[in-house]
């Protein structure tokens, strides 16, 4: 008889850890709380338009194709990729901007325009960059976080001095140019921590970045979740909706035994949670929680956001489907999130128009817009404050892309700190998890096993390996070995 298990949520590691359990013989049942699959990875449709509510970068192609090869499949069984040339474009003020291409002679070409013999030095910075990729996804990411002996090998005792050193660092040494720096230290975002926190080690992301380059899925990154999704439910996975888990069921044996349901009670032999770690905690009784509060509130969160969903009634000028918006200082805007949490004078924003790439998700003429500010989680968060910051940065795009934008706008929808908390029971309404710091970096972020409760796992971007999404796919599959371990 199949082992049975519940899977709380239903994001990328949540889908991940189903689809390897069910592989390997569970009887698997996911659990979402929304209307929707897909957590953070969930989509707005409105009037035609279809927005990627949350991640909207495809990174690191290599772990997908490792995730779908697990199950003799490939990506495009699934979902069609097409690599996005030039990659992103950087503004920096009004018609003065950065493209980063996709073929990486034309990168070196970029840098060296900007600081005379900055492409030899981008040479020797992605040379390591690659090395410490192969070191991170060959030697580290693969590890469950049980020891600290994992990170010990040849190969990693060689790299200490880059977890001790910083991005911000490495950049400094390397490049003269402010702009640079500030195109070398913006991957690292994505890891949830300034570059000054960030170790020198992470700059595999920007091998990632600039060397294996910028993805979009047709349809959009919900169209990643839909083929997981399929595959899942291919391998006998069956979800479930409006699915709401208000408490865990414990026994004095140390185990799980059931949950409630929609406040109905369900019996249960072996849990997975990808919800919110802090919050799954918070369903059992105190006695049982690893973790204390004040364990919680003394980590380094990522950032929250505010985000915007934007329908235009026209086509978008001297933008490309990736824009950053550096025109104001990039510390100052930090500070706001990781020193001083505030709401930032001057925020530094992000903007994504897939309709540029993807007709698919615009009707014909039209443009889908999406704006990010990266904000401290826990934020007092208004619908006065979001209007503001609209503003702001609408103001800003306008100024900076030479173009009239507000007469064009169909509709907006807002999403913030709060709504965060409300959908996905986020610690502190953060957006990305743990921030990967030296001290918050493999064994030392929270387990994937409890170890107060034997039937109990979690998965997900507060656990190893950490946020983002090829992370997440990668934490299913380190928890359903871990429980096969187990059980």
């Not at 204390?292 to 026209?314: E, I, Q, R, T």
């Not at 957006?431 to 387990?447: D, E, H, V």
Request: glycine share 6%.
């Amino acid at each position: 008889m199949k082992k049975k298990i519940a899977v709380i949520g239903s994001g990328f590691a949540s889908i991940s850890a189903a689809t390897y359990l069910a592989h390997a013989g569970y009887e698997v049942n996911v659990y979402e709380k929304n209307d929707q699959l897909g957590g953070r990875a969930r989509q707005y449709v409105h009037e035609g338009f279809k927005f990627d509510m949350g991640p909207t970068w495809y990174w690191m192609p290599d772990v997908f194709e490792r995730y779908f090869q697990d199950f003799n499949k490939k990506p495009s069984d699934y979902y069609q990729l097409e690599r996005l040339g030039p990659a992103y474009r950087v503004y920096f003020d009004a018609h003065d901007y950065v493209d980063v291409s996709d073929k990486l002679e034309e990168i070196k070409e970029t840098f060296e325009k900007i600081e005379p013999k900055a492409s030899q030095s981008l040479d020797e910075f992605l040379a390591k960059a690659e090395q410490n990729y192969e070191v991170a996804i060959k030697k580290l990411v693969y590890k469950p976080g049980v020891s600290p002996l994992e990170l010990v090998s040849k190969d990693t005792v060689l790299e200490i001095p880059q977890f001790i050193s910083t991005i911000h660092d490495v950049a400094k040494r390397k490049f003269k140019s402010e702009r640079l720096r500030q195109i070398i230290e913006f991957p690292v975002l994505f890891l949830g921590a300034k570059p000054s926190m960030t170790p020198a080690f992470y700059s595999f992301m920007n091998y990632a970045d600039l060397s294996l380059g910028t993805w979009y899925p047709k349809g959009g990154m919900k169209s990643v979740i839909d083929g997981m999704i399929t595959l899942a439910e291919e391998l006998g996975v069956r979800f479930h909706t409006k699915s709401n888990v208000s408490k865990i069921l414990t026994n004095d044996k140390k185990e799980v035994y059931g949950m409630l349901l929609n406040n109905n009670e369900i019996p249960v032999s072996l849990l997975v949670s990808g919800a919110d770690y802090a919050h799954t905690e918070s369903l059992l009784p105190l006695k049982n929680r690893m973790y204390s509060d004040a364990y919680w509130d003394k980590k380094v969160m990522a950032p929250s956001s505010l985000l915007f969903y934007v329908g235009l009634d026209k086509k978008v000028e001297n933008v490309l489907h990736h824009t950053l918006f550096f025109d104001v200082p990039f510390d100052e805007h930090a500070a706001a999130i990781y020193d001083e949490p505030a709401w930032p004078e001057k925020p530094l924003f992000y903007a994504s128009f897939p309709s540029i790439t993807d007709s698919s998700v615009a009707p014909e003429g039209k443009e889908a817009a999406i704006f990010l500010i990266p904000l401290a989680p826990d934020l007092e968060d208004t619908e006065a404050l979001r209007e503001q910051y609209f503003e702001i940065i609408i103001d800003r795009l306008e100024k900076l892309t030479g173009q009239n934008i507000k007469q064009s706008i169909i509709f907006k929808e807002s999403y913030c700190v709060q709504d965060f908390k409300d959908d996905y029971n986020s610690f502190k309404g953060n957006a990305y998890g743990m921030a990967n710091t030296l001290l918050q970096t493999a064994f030392l972020r929270p387990k994937l096993k409890s170890k107060k409760i034997k039937n109990l796992f979690f998965t997900g971007q507060l656990t190893v390996p950490g946020p983002g999404v090829p992370p997440s796919l990668i934490s299913g599959k380190l928890v359903a070995d871990l429980l096969k371990k187990n059980y």
